[in-house]
């Protein structure tokens, strides 16, 4: 009986050391993690006027709508001197507009819609790539954008659930 309390005192001990040293180690790791993210997200994504001239390009090489390029032309001038544009009344708002380049870079790709394929997993950014056209078309009538409201409108179209919180995760991140 003795022995057994002895066993188990060293094991309560024994268990009290792992503990105290792995809650720091976790700590640790957890610290770096942040910082990681910290750093992702202080990457610029907003579009910048460079990033729209390529889409736009690219939606001509596609033969995309034409008043739709129009559109991201003069957003794209604003970003270029956005004092000169103040004073003029704008059709849509800043969250309009980049609702609008999220779904065109989905569909048409370029250099901006690969700032939202670098903002998730590697699984998730080859659908992206096979499949921009079906994810685009899931979420280009959600109202309300959300993380969850566009994933499930993409569970919806058929992505799988994972990928489409991944994807609605970055599109969030990007639409800020």
Excluded at 139 to 152: C, F, K, N, Q
Aim: positive net charge; aromatic residues 2%; charged residues 25%.
């Amino acid at each position: 009986m003795k022995n057994n309390h002895i066993r188990i005192a060293a094991a309560t001990a024994l268990t009290a050391v792992t503990v105290g040293v792995a809650a720091p180690a976790a700590s640790a790791v957890e610290a770096h993690r942040d910082r990681a993210v910290a750093t992702q997200a202080a990457e610029p994504l907003q579009p910048t006027a460079e990033d729209v001239r390529d889409l736009i390009s690219r939606m001509r090489a596609d033969g995309a709508d034409v008043n739709q390029i129009r559109e991201f032309e003069e957003y794209a001038k604003q970003l270029e001197n956005p004092d000169a544009h103040k004073r003029t009344k704008r059709a849509l708002g800043m969250g309009t507009i980049v609702r609008k380049l999220i779904v065109a870079g989905l569909r048409h790709g370029g250099s901006w819609a690969g700032k939202i394929v670098g903002k998730v997993s590697k699984k998730s950014g080859a659908f992206i790539s096979r499949n921009g056209n079906k994810i685009a078309d899931a979420i280009e009538d959600v109202e309300g954008w959300s993380e969850t409201a566009l994933s499930i409108a993409m569970v919806r179209a058929g992505v799988p659930t994972d990928v489409a919180h991944d994807i609605a995760k970055a599109i969030m991140m990007v639409a800020l």
